[in-house]
């Protein structure tokens, strides 16, 4: 991704006050928070830029990778917040209790620190995905819309800047920029 193509990506979003970026370490989070640090960086003015990452206390590399974008988050100027995922885990359905717990833990820090919008970093790949499984699930024609760009939801708005991009630019970019990001052996599941 270009430097020229950020505008593109974020400028929609610029009168933010504050936004919350959803970092979990792995390459289109990771992008995310480099590309808003980069876009943020060129502007006399915009919304400050707050990182958080989830424990979900799911897997043992997670707490390093936290570790991991907090350090990056630093290095980019982006103050940066560790949130865990406490209690008992469900026994079965432990991927849509997960997507559950992050969106409430990323609402109440939002919330906490008066940021107004919650920044995924969704991309194509994503999006095609979504449509596939809706579509498995018999969906009608309102869930095979697919994910929207913005949505608002318990007063914050949620953005996805990198519908239109296919993951692998993120990667790629990642790569250019010599920035590691983590692998979670669960999203090829």
């Known amino acids: ?5 950020l505008p593109a990506l974020f400028d929609d979003f610029a009168n933010s006050r504050r936004t919350l970026l ?15 640090a980069r876009w943020r960086a060129k502007r006399a003015n915009g919304p400050d830029l707050i990182a958080a990452t989830i424990d979900h206390k799911l897997r043992a590399a997670a707490k390093a990778e936290a570790k991991a974008v907090a350090k990056l988050a630093g290095k980019l100027g982006i103050p940066h917040r560790i949130l865990e995922w406490k209690g008992r885990k469900p026994a079965t359905g432990v991927q849509e209790a997960a997507r559950e717990a992050r969106f ?7 919330k ?9 970093a969704h991309t194509r790949d994503d999006q095609a995905e979504t449509v596939l499984h809706r579509m498995g699930r ?13 949505h608002q939801r ?11 991009l296919p993951k692998a630019r993120l990667v790629a970019t990642l790569k250019k920029l010599r920035i590691p990001f983590a692998s979670d052996p669960t999203n090829k599941d």
Not at 1 to 5: F, P, Y
Not at 25 to 33: E, H, I, K, Y
Not at 112 to 120: N, P, R, S, V
């Open 22 to 36: 959803a970092v979990s370490g792995g390459p289109d989070s990771t992008a995310l928070l480099v590309l808003a």
């Open 104 to 110: 409430a833990m990323f609402s109440a820090l939002a």
């Open 112 to 120: 906490e620190i008066g940021a107004d919008t919650l920044m995924t």
């Open 154 to 164: 318990d007063g914050i708005f949620l953005v996805r800047p990198f519908l239109d």
């Open 1 to 5: 991704v270009a430097e020229s193509e």
């Open 138 to 150: 018999g969906s009608g024609i309102g869930g095979l819309a697919g994910i929207r760009r913005v």
